[in-house]
Nanobody, 121 residues
Framework: QLQLVESGGGLVQPGGSLRLSCAASGFTLANYAIRWFRQAPGKDPEGVSC????????NYADSVKGRFTISRDNAKNTVYLQMSNLEPEDTAIYYC??????????????WGQGTQVTVSS
Protein backbone atom coordinates (compact mmCIF):
# COMPACT_ATOMS: atom_id res chain seq x y z
CA GLN A 1 0.00 0.00 0.00
CA LEU A 2 1.36 3.39 -1.04
CA GLN A 3 0.99 5.89 1.76
CA LEU A 4 2.51 8.56 3.96
CA VAL A 5 2.18 8.25 7.71
CA GLU A 6 2.76 11.17 10.05
CA SER A 7 3.61 10.72 13.72
CA GLY A 8 5.08 12.59 16.65
CA GLY A 9 2.26 14.99 17.44
CA GLY A 10 0.95 15.60 20.92
CA LEU A 11 0.28 18.12 23.66
CA VAL A 12 3.13 20.45 24.56
CA GLN A 13 3.47 23.60 26.62
CA PRO A 14 4.34 26.93 25.00
CA GLY A 15 8.07 27.11 24.44
CA GLY A 16 8.33 23.35 24.13
CA SER A 17 9.49 21.18 21.24
CA LEU A 18 8.21 18.30 19.16
CA ARG A 19 9.61 16.34 16.26
CA LEU A 20 7.18 15.16 13.63
CA SER A 21 7.95 12.30 11.27
CA CYS A 22 6.57 11.59 7.81
CA ALA A 23 7.29 8.03 6.76
CA ALA A 24 6.66 6.62 3.30
CA SER A 25 5.34 3.14 2.76
CA GLY A 26 5.36 1.37 -0.57
CA PHE A 27 7.46 3.90 -2.49
CA THR A 28 10.88 5.52 -2.37
CA LEU A 29 10.72 8.89 -0.69
CA ALA A 30 14.05 9.99 -2.18
CA ASN A 31 12.27 10.63 -5.49
CA TYR A 32 9.89 13.11 -3.90
CA ALA A 33 10.00 16.61 -2.53
CA ILE A 34 8.04 16.85 0.72
CA ARG A 35 5.96 19.67 2.09
CA TRP A 36 4.53 19.94 5.59
CA PHE A 37 1.13 21.63 5.81
CA ARG A 38 -0.96 22.44 8.83
CA GLN A 39 -4.60 23.24 9.31
CA ALA A 40 -5.98 24.90 12.40
CA PRO A 41 -9.70 24.69 13.24
CA GLY A 42 -11.70 27.02 11.04
CA LYS A 43 -8.68 28.02 8.96
CA ASP A 44 -7.38 27.17 5.50
CA PRO A 45 -4.40 24.81 5.17
CA GLU A 46 -1.07 26.60 5.45
CA GLY A 47 2.17 25.45 3.87
CA VAL A 48 4.76 25.24 6.62
CA SER A 49 7.95 23.97 5.01
CA CYS A 50 9.29 22.19 1.95
CA UNK A 51 12.40 20.10 1.38
CA UNK A 52 13.69 19.12 -2.05
CA UNK A 53 14.00 15.47 -3.01
CA UNK A 54 17.72 15.33 -2.25
CA UNK A 55 17.49 17.64 0.75
CA UNK A 56 19.63 20.40 -0.69
CA UNK A 57 16.93 23.05 -0.64
CA UNK A 58 14.47 24.00 2.07
CA ASN A 59 12.02 26.79 2.64
CA TYR A 60 9.75 27.89 5.47
CA ALA A 61 6.67 29.98 6.08
CA ASP A 62 7.51 33.28 7.77
CA SER A 63 5.43 32.22 10.77
CA VAL A 64 7.81 29.33 11.58
CA LYS A 65 11.14 30.59 10.27
CA GLY A 66 13.85 30.24 12.88
CA ARG A 67 11.76 27.85 14.99
CA PHE A 68 11.11 24.87 12.71
CA THR A 69 13.65 22.77 10.84
CA ILE A 70 12.81 20.30 8.08
CA SER A 71 15.17 17.44 7.29
CA ARG A 72 15.12 14.05 5.64
CA ASP A 73 16.76 10.68 5.95
CA ASN A 74 16.24 8.96 2.63
CA ALA A 75 17.82 5.79 3.94
CA LYS A 76 14.96 5.61 6.46
CA ASN A 77 12.40 6.81 3.92
CA THR A 78 11.40 9.53 6.36
CA VAL A 79 11.16 13.32 6.53
CA TYR A 80 11.18 15.17 9.84
CA LEU A 81 9.92 18.49 11.11
CA GLN A 82 11.69 19.64 14.25
CA MET A 83 9.54 22.25 15.96
CA SER A 84 10.98 24.38 18.75
CA ASN A 85 9.78 27.33 20.80
CA LEU A 86 6.22 26.30 20.04
CA GLU A 87 3.42 28.83 20.37
CA PRO A 88 -0.33 28.33 20.88
CA GLU A 89 -0.76 29.57 17.31
CA ASP A 90 1.07 26.45 16.11
CA THR A 91 -1.84 24.29 17.24
CA ALA A 92 -3.12 22.43 14.19
CA ILE A 93 -3.26 19.12 12.42
CA TYR A 94 0.04 18.68 10.58
CA TYR A 95 0.12 16.83 7.27
CA CYS A 96 2.90 15.90 4.90
CA UNK A 97 2.54 15.71 1.13
CA UNK A 98 4.85 14.15 -1.45
CA UNK A 99 5.56 15.67 -4.86
CA UNK A 100 7.14 13.55 -7.62
CA UNK A 101 9.48 16.40 -8.33
CA UNK A 102 12.73 17.99 -7.20
CA UNK A 103 10.78 20.76 -5.43
CA UNK A 104 7.27 21.16 -4.01
CA UNK A 105 5.63 22.34 -7.21
CA UNK A 106 2.52 21.19 -8.96
CA UNK A 107 -0.06 18.74 -7.64
CA UNK A 108 0.96 16.42 -4.84
CA UNK A 109 1.07 12.67 -5.35
CA UNK A 110 0.53 11.47 -1.79
CA TRP A 111 -0.99 13.02 1.32
CA GLY A 112 -0.85 11.65 4.85
CA GLN A 113 -3.62 11.35 7.42
CA GLY A 114 -2.20 14.02 9.72
CA THR A 115 -0.98 14.27 13.30
CA GLN A 116 -2.44 16.62 15.91
CA VAL A 117 -0.19 19.19 17.57
CA THR A 118 -1.64 21.10 20.51
CA VAL A 119 0.32 23.85 22.24
CA SER A 120 -1.27 24.82 25.51
CA SER A 121 -0.41 25.43 29.13
Amino acid sequence: QLQLVESGGGLVQPGGSLRLSCAASGFTLANYAIRWFRQAPGKDPEGVSCISSRGGSTNYADSVKGRFTISRDNAKNTVYLQMSNLEPEDTAIYYCAAYRSITCLGPYDYWGQGTQVTVSS
